[in-house]
């Protein structure tokens, strides 16, 4: 159960790998492994969502405004500019290197969900915006790890001098 709630954590636009790894190192599983089953199910949020986009999104969002759902098209249209916003900077002075350390950066609104949606229209290929993703997820996950263990180390130090 565990491993499902990881996988669901490190799923999900909210948490990503800021939430599943440390569910994961805090229910006994080794820090190495909540690293890397965690960045491996948040890696995968960059295939499904172009997978997304290019299936059930348009059947929602529709070709003209009378035809797709309206309170999905609205949340889609805020959502992505939001995006875009945060992200168009880094991509026009780095290309999709820019979307690599938007990614990487672990605070909430900046994970894999975010950069490969908000990509979507602003020039970077398909293939380069999950590479993007991906190397972001990995270095992200890496950062969240160690902030972990030397959390959990120091307040090791901590416990043990009272």
Request: hydrophobic share 50%; glycine share 22%.
């Given at each position: 159960m565990v491993w499902l709630i990881t996988a669901v954590l490190a799923f999900m636009p909210?948490?990503?790998l800021r939430g599943a790894i440390p569910f994961a190192i805090a229910n006994n599983i080794p820090w190495h492994w909540a690293y890397l089953f965690a960045a491996a199910m948040n890696a995968l949020v960059a295939p499904v969502c172009w997978i997304f986009l290019a299936t059930l999104h348009k059947l929602l969002y529709g070709t003209e405004p009378e035809k797709g759902v309206r309170?999905?098209?609205?949340?889609?249209d805020r959502f992505v500019e939001r995006a875009r916003k945060k992200l168009?900077?880094?991509?026009e002075k780095w290309g999709w290197?820019?979307?690599a350390v938007f990614v990487?950066?672990?605070?909430?609104?900046?994970?894999?969900?975010?950069?490969t949606l908000g990509d979507c229209d602003m020039g970077v290929s398909t293939r380069r915006t999950m590479l993007a993703a991906i190397l972001g997820v990995?270095?992200?996950?890496?950062?969240v790890s160690v902030v972990i263990m030397l959390?959990?180390?120091a307040l090791n130090l901590f416990v043990k001098r009272v």
């Open positions: 909210i948490s990503e309170w999905y098209r609205n949340f889609f168009s900077g880094g991509v290197l820019g979307i990487a950066i672990p605070l909430p609104l900046t994970g894999a969900w975010t950069g990995i270095i992200s996950g890496a950062v959390g959990l180390g």
